[in-house]
């Protein structure tokens, strides 16, 4: 069964790439001989496989990307859903089953998934095995006033750091690193009396938080807000209780979350997530259409569109092993924990966030 770290690599479609005028790419496509090649495609890709008769009758076969494919094939269907289409528009049948219709013009199938008309494996699909969006999930969860810890085994779950921060950040949550899996138990009972305080001081940042989406029309500002709400609670003596860590380097703090992490935790789906972000790079990734070649003999590269990145971010590296976790008891509300209030309140009303 794959797991969600193989969500994470990015959203694209391996799909064979070949003309049945080499060996191996006929009817019945040989696996050892062909190989895959990346399509990535804004809103997402397609593998096509194209079955036509040549003038002298002989049945030629060619399978590649759709956005590649389309640019020399002005012809093709305007129905792209999976299985298999005439020119015409006209349904044929299912890409691995006989034709329902027979026809003489060429086929057009369409496929996206593990058995599909190219034989295409899908890297990265839009949700978990069993069907779920873990974004969406995440921001039911905080709909409903449920707080989403994540914790990652370190040094294994390094690279996706901030995918796990943005899911915890959505409920006004945190990403915990763990090491030991001695700790798992303290870090468990410690977030959930960390929460049991922080949510005793709710009430007062909702009525702010409230009162600012009234003065400005249903958004507000989080990152302005917190800084005005940390002020007036840190000045009346707020305290709650706080998860801390015995950090090699002498540090005590949980990972802040991150520039990335944050901007992630805007977006709605694993889907936009996968095409805005390059877990190696910790950058806001631009999907970029990879240059057509090999099978049309040709190097034209298609443009496609940007999406907005925010500033670049110099990574830190943090030391993640953890000996042992900590509960301090009745400190004063740190920032962090504000800027976690906020965002609660934000979510549970459906606020939008400027």
């Known amino acids: 069964m794959p797991q969600l770290f193989d969500y994470l690599n990015g959203f694209y479609l391996d799909c064979y790439e070949c003309h049945s005028n080499r060996p191996g790419c006929g009817e019945k496509l040989d696996w050892i001989l062909m190989r895959w090649k990346r399509c990535i495609a804004p809103g997402g890709s397609k593998c096509v496989k194209i079955i036509e008769r040549s003038p002298d009758g002989e049945i030629n076969y060619i399978r590649g990307c759709i956005n590649q494919i389309e640019a020399l094939r002005p012809e093709m269907p305007t129905v792209r859903e999976n299985g298999c289409w005439a020119a015409s528009d006209k349904y044929i049948g299912l890409a691995y089953r006989p034709w329902y219709v027979q026809t003489d013009e060429p086929v057009y199938c369409f496929c996206d998934e593990r058995d599909g008309c190219n034989t295409a494996v899908r890297s990265l699909i839009n949700c978990d095995p069993s069907g779920h969006d873990p974004v969406e999930c995440a921001t039911l969860l905080a709909e409903r006033s449920v707080t989403l810890y994540t914790i990652g085994c370190e040094p294994t779950a390094t690279p996706y750091?901030?995918?796990?921060?943005?899911?915890?950040?959505?409920?006004?949550?945190?990403?915990?690193?763990?090491?030991?899996?001695?700790?798992?138990?303290?870090?468990?009972?410690?977030?959930?009396?960390?929460?049991?305080?922080?949510?005793?001081?709710?009430?007062?940042?909702?009525?702010?938080?409230?009162?600012?989406?009234?003065?400005?029309?249903?958004?507000?500002?989080?990152?302005?807000?917190?800084r005005r709400i940390h002020e007036v609670m840190q000045g009346g003596g707020a305290k709650a209780r706080r998860l801390k860590m015995n950090n090699h380097d002498g540090t005590t703090s949980i990972p802040a979350i991150t520039p990335n992490a944050e901007y992630l935790s805007t977006l709605g789906t694993?889907?936009?997530?996968?095409?805005?972000?390059?877990?190696?790079?910790?950058?806001?990734?631009?999907?970029?259409?990879?240059?057509?070649?090999?099978?049309?003999?040709?190097?034209?590269?298609?443009?496609?569109?940007?999406?907005?990145?925010?500033?670049?971010?110099?990574?830190?590296?943090?030391?993640?092993?953890?000996?042992?976790?900590?509960?301090?008891?009745?400190?004063?509300?740190?920032?962090?924990?504000?800027?976690?209030?906020?965002?609660?309140?934000?979510a549970r009303n459906k606020l939008k966030s400027t």
């Open 270 to 346: 694993l889907k936009e997530i996968g095409i805005k972000w390059i877990y190696k790079t910790k950058t806001i990734a631009t999907p970029v259409v990879p240059v057509l070649e090999g099978l049309f003999g040709c190097d034209t590269k298609f443009a496609t569109a940007n999406p907005p990145t925010p500033p670049a971010v110099k990574s830190v590296k943090i030391k993640t092993k953890i000996p042992n976790i900590n509960l301090k008891d009745d400190e004063l509300l740190d920032i962090s924990q504000t800027r976690r209030l906020v965002r609660k309140c934000v």
């Open 161 to 226: 750091r901030d995918f796990f921060m943005a899911l915890a950040f959505k409920t006004g949550s945190q990403y915990i690193p763990l090491a030991n899996c001695g700790d798992l138990a303290a870090i468990i009972v410690g977030s959930a009396k960390e929460e049991i305080s922080l949510e005793r001081l709710i009430a007062q940042v909702h009525e702010e938080v409230m009162h600012e989406a009234v003065l400005r029309g249903g958004s507000v500002d989080e990152t302005e807000l917190t």
